[in-house]
């Protein structure tokens, strides 16, 4: 049975230190296909991929929070809240 991350925050990770190793071989850690796709069907998606993590919303240039969490996808997005970067797990 696959481990259950706590709802992000707080953050968790351990024992994982990748994307990867935090899909646990059954959940998608990165969508590619969001970029340009409206904030709230890209969180809907993403959390109908990956029911362990929890999405957060930053600005298009903002900084990518430092902390490495398996619970956490982060959507940038620009004014028009679309997708600017492609979410990953992290």
Not at 11 to 40: F, K, M
């Amino acid at each position: 049975m696959p481990y259950a991350w706590p709802r992000y925050p707080p953050c968790a990770s351990d024992p994982c230190t990748s994307r990867e190793c935090c899909g646990q071989n059954r959940y998608n850690t990165i969508w590619p296909n969001l970029i340009g796709v409206h904030v709230d069907e890209a969180k809907e998606i993403i959390m109908n991929d990956n029911p362990l993590v929890n999405v957060v919303f930053l600005p298009q240039g903002g900084e990518a929070l430092e902390i490495f969490c398996c619970n956490r996808v982060c959507i940038f997005m620009d004014e028009n809240y679309l997708v600017r970067k492609v979410p990953v797990v992290g």
